[in-house]
């Protein structure tokens, strides 16, 4: 391993845990019930936008790696990849400032939020070491270690990016915003 792959490698560590750790404390950080000055009741509508413009960029450079097309494979990533760290930031801008929404529905479908909400919140802390090992071993240039880890980072993170959208479609209706 080079000297500079360890920096890396130790940098995406970090990242790979303080990412999920911030996210989780400020998700369950109790709330002081004030209302805040910031509105923040249009992020969870551009989470949805922001989550389903990334799945976009996901397939669109699935689709151009497989046409060969290495630029064009690397700007849909790229744009993924921004994509999802706007998302990050406006989820913990949102979750920093808003009150979290109980989901109320019953029945199969209440069953079938909790089951696509946990696999989503399992598979987005997942998918950080992920895709930032994938990147860092393409602008490395070590494509095999790349080519392995995107056949994992690819399906998780679309994944992670589709179910985000039905997250927020299940549990949109009740959101109270005053």
């Known amino acids: 391993m080079k000297n500079n792959d360890s920096r890396y490698l130790a940098l995406i560590a970090v990242l790979s845990i303080a ?12 709330k002081s019930g004030d209302t805040t000055p910031v509105n923040v009741s249009f992020l969870p509508k551009l989470h949805a936008i922001l989550n389903s413009l990334t799945a976009l960029a996901l397939i669109t450079g699935f689709y151009f790696i497989k046409k060969g097309n290495q ?10 990849f921004v994509l999802s760290s706007l998302f990050l930031i406006s989820y913990v801008t949102y979750h920093y400032f808003g009150q979290s929404t109980a989901y109320g529905g019953e029945g199969i479908m209440r069953s079938i939020y909790f089951f696509i909400l946990l696999t ?5 802390a997942v998918i950080v070491p992920l895709v930032l090992l994938t ?13 392995r880890f995107s056949r994992w980072t690819f399906p998780i993170w679309l994944y992670v990016s589709v179910s985000g959208v039905l997250v927020y479609l299940m549990i949109s209706p009740y959101y109270n915003f005053n």
């Not at 990412?19 to 109790?30: D, G, I, Q």
């Not at 630029?71 to 993924?80: D, E, G």
């Not at 989503?120 to 987005?124: D, R």
């Open 19 to 30: 990412v999920p750790v911030l996210v989780a404390y400020l998700f369950y950080m109790p």
């Open 120 to 124: 989503h919140i399992i598979l987005a």
């Open 135 to 147: 990147i860092y071993f393409a602008i490395s240039g070590q494509f095999r270690k790349h080519t």
């Open 71 to 80: 630029v064009a494979h690397r700007a849909a990533m790229f744009t993924a």
